[in-house]
């Protein structure tokens, strides 16, 4: 099992790693979880509509906040990369790869959300604006899963890098590690049993653990020094 000893630079990585992966959270949950959870409603077009239109600037700050947090994203795949480079580089490299995918998929799927506000504007288009927005807004949350598919990969990498590395708890390791099987199981369900979903909706709570407790570490832990085993000398024999 390889173990390193981080220096000062990696304490510092570390923690502004944490710092943005704390961002993502505050951002990602605000916006996915709180905001846009709580103007949609599922199957009701018009009911929809008339709650975006009535909180418009609302939604435009969800975005942004969507905005922010796949900024703070790529910067911490980088970071990422760095820290656990000494450790293995092609799984490292494979990690920032896979998370950097995800940011890509998520920043396109901003056009969804940004198409629905084009159709609210467009007075010409009021018998079909409410169903084209809420249709938007439905490939906006499988554009979601699209790219949380690659963040699961992500995770399941950076689980086996913490547990190879010896620098956190091995349970945190485990823990992103079962988060990156929820991510790809939940959005393998959206596209394939998409009628599964709201079964499996419970078991998000352990990304939400398991990442908040891996930016928790980083933010106000950081890794802890290891002292490399070196190999015992043979015995000597009298001659």
Known sequence: MTSYSPDALQQRTARLAGLFYLVIIVCGVWAEGVVRSGLIVPGDAAATAGNIRAAVGLFRLSMAADMVMLLCDVALAVLLFSLFRPVSRTLALAAMAFRLVQSAVLGMNLLNPAAALLVLDRPDLSAQGDALTLLFLELHAKGYDAGLLFFGVNCLL?????????????????????????????????????SLTGSFAPAYVLPLVAESGFCLWLLLRGPAPTVPVTPASPPRRDS
Do not use: D, E, H, N
């Open 158 to 194: 950076i689980g086996w890098l913490i547990v190879r590395s010896r620098l956190f708890p091995a349970s945190l390791g485990l823990l992103m590690a079962g988060a990156g099987a929820v991510y790809m199981t939940g959005s393998a369900l959206q596209f394939l049993a998409p």
